[in-house]
Nanobody
Framework: QVQLVESGGGLVQAGGSLSLSCAAT????????MSWHRQAPGKGRERVAV????????KYRESGKGRFTVSRDNDKSTVYLQMHSLAPDDTAVYYC??????????WGQGTQVTGAA
């Protein structure tokens, strides 16, 4: 089993920045592919960013390119999402997701991010 705990959400003014963290336990972190997802009220969950096991490769949703940066520290078993130029449209519950080598996926409980107008 992989346990994931997100932190760092909150209320931020338009144009502001926020940094999320997701700490993983229960599995060798460097064997996990990690990603961030979000779900806005009344909408489906969408992937925001993904990072490979060693952090060499990243991919972003188009709306996050240039504003969001995903990174990981395998020694700390933690993945991060730095967000800049936040807008009301970024308001959502943000989740981290881990995928093991056997393709089994695990989710964190989510952290609320609210971009004020």
């Amino acid at each position: 089993q992989v346990q994931l705990v997100e932190s760092g959400g909150g209320l931020v003014q338009a144009g502001g920045s926020l940094s999320l963290s997701c700490a993983a336990t229960g599995f060798t972190f460097s064997f996990l592919s990690m990603s961030w997802h979000r779900q806005a009220p009344g909408k489906g969950r969408e992937r925001v960013a993904v990072i490979s096991r060693q952090g060499a490769r990243t991919k972003y949703r188009e709306s996050g390119k240039g504003r969001f940066t995903v990174s990981r520290d395998n020694d700390k078993s933690t993945v991060y999402l730095q967000m800049h130029s936040l807008a009301p449209d970024d308001t959502a519950v943000y989740y981290c997701r881990a995928v093991r080598l056997d393709a089994r996926a695990f989710w964190g409980q989510g952290t609320q991010v609210t971009g004020a107008a």
